[in-house]
């Protein structure tokens, strides 16, 4: 089915995504025309697949859960923030914030991604086959960011748990976060989440990145870094 | 918030349609900025005639006109709603002046090509207003503003034109503009308002004495302190510059017939080709200029 976004209107089409009967209605929809609007799929529930023919703006796919969510253009700033589960790819290039708090499911980014890519992440995995902004993984908290370029300045600063992977150069890492040796265990983890991208480069030439675990808690000798 | 657009032609294909293509961007930039809009567009310049852009507030264009013109020796007076474009083969040095005589109007900008038209109001009516589709030209800027630390009035509004055919939009505050203005002051230059665009517009001025567009916002990203996604013009540049941190947004679409730059894509959705564009987001702390 097509939604069209220059004869409906945004609001329409969204509420007709987010109401899908699953026993009766179709499962493939494709938008078009998105023209740079906000919140396109946002809030998405049920297991459809929705593919955008174009560039979108702020906040697309947000809130996901279990949609399979193709941009066929670029994105604005906070992509797929806050997604529970379900997938999101965009094959163009995603401007600041993607990702953002997200809990679940996977991000898939061919282009780039700008500044502060998976800021706050709490369990989504994220994949850019291009580079990232400054600020990437800040305070991330658990999931995967992986990164096929470089990365910018103050990478996973004020880092959780997240796991962070880079395959090129890394311009500066934040405060609290250390390169980690990669174990057969992580090797294993990120072939998987290359795979998931379609990707086959191969895990070595990859760097993992992770929380020197130092400021959890207040410690006087840190007060510099907090 | 505020929105700010531009559009740099890269040929000629496209200047009838300049106007038309920049008042969209603007009005699809309201719900940035509902509170006033401008514009600066640059036409060319054959004639080598001195347009002077003024704002004639209470004003009425009659007065203006039969006093203007016991005092300078004109070639035409050009009134558009509540501006009026003043053209004179007089050198700047010798109109300036006279202008500051009256106390009623403002002079928003000067220049052998630029025109520039701001007011209070919706960027919808402005753009109307001023009947923005039927201009054409080189390239254009545009503003739509949300005002934050000055008042909403037709100074506070942008582009800020603080020199011969220069301009500046900005999506941002300065905080460092209070410094700035008083050493800019002290080296001879003037402002009209307490706004801080307005200052940085000044700095730019001051700066292009000495060195051209580039090499200007590059010195700018030391001595400007703040959030800014700037967009600034010159006879025959055009350049984008965001601060270091990147608060702004900006993106660019670039094809070869022009390079259009606006805070949102959506007020780029309608431009001819854009589908096709390259389309990025200028990086934190590189100048990108063209022209010049």
Known sequence: MILDLKKLKLRSVNEKLQNIDHKKNKREFVISNPEGNHAVCAGLTENIDVTIKGHVGYYCAGMNQNANIIVDGNVGTGVAENMMSGKVHVKGNASQSAGATAHGGTLIIDGDASSRCGISMKGIDIIVKGSVGHMSAFMAQSGNLVVCGDAGEALGDSLYETDIYVKGKVKSLGADCEEKKMSKKHKTKLKELLKKAGSNIKPEQFKRYGSARKLYNFNIDNVSNY | ?292
């Open chain 2, 1 to 292: 918030m505020c929105g700010i657009v531009g559009i740099y032609l890269k040929s000629k294909k496209f200047e009838k349609s300049l106007g038309g293509m920049l008042s969209k961007m603007l009005v699809s930039m309201e719900s940035r900025g509902p509170d006033s809009a401008g514009f600066a567009i640059y036409k060319s310049d054959k004639n080598k005639i001195y347009k002077y852009s003024i704002c004639l507030n209470d004003m009425s264009f009659e007065k203006f006109k039969n006093e203007i013109k016991k005092k300078v020796k004109l070639t035409n007076v050009e009134k558009n709603s509540d501006h009026v474009i003043l053209k004179s083969v007089e050198k700047p040095y010798k109109i300036l002046p006279i202008l500051e005589d009256f106390s009623t109007i403002s002079l928003v900008g000067y220049g052998k090509s630029i025109e520039i038209f701001k007011q209070v109001g919706s960027p919808s009516n402005v753009v109307k207003k001023f009947n923005l589709d039927n201009f054409s030209g080189t390239h254009a800027i545009g503003h739509t503003r949300m005002a934050t630390e000055s008042a909403i009035t037709t100074d506070g509004s942008h582009p800020y034109s603080t020199g011969e055919d220069e301009c500046l939009v900005h999506n941002g505050s300065l905080s460092n503009h209070n410094n700035l203005r008083r050493k800019l002051k002290k080296n001879g230059s003037k402002f009209s308002s307490d706004n801080d665009t307005e200052v940085a517009a000044g700095y730019i001025s001051d700066s292009l004495k000495k060195r051209n567009l580039k090499q200007t916002l590059n010195k700018g990203l030391s001595d400007l302190d703040g959030f800014y996604t700037f967009i600034a013009g010159t006879h025959s540049g055009f350049a984008v510059l965001r601060d270091e941190i990147a608060c702004k947004p900006a993106v660019i679409a670039e094809t070869k017939d022009y390079v259009a730059i606006s805070s949102e894509f959506q007020a780029m959705a309608h431009l001819p080709n854009v589908n096709n564009a390259k389309i990025f987001e200028p990086e934190p702390g590189i100048v990108y200029s063209w022209g010049e």
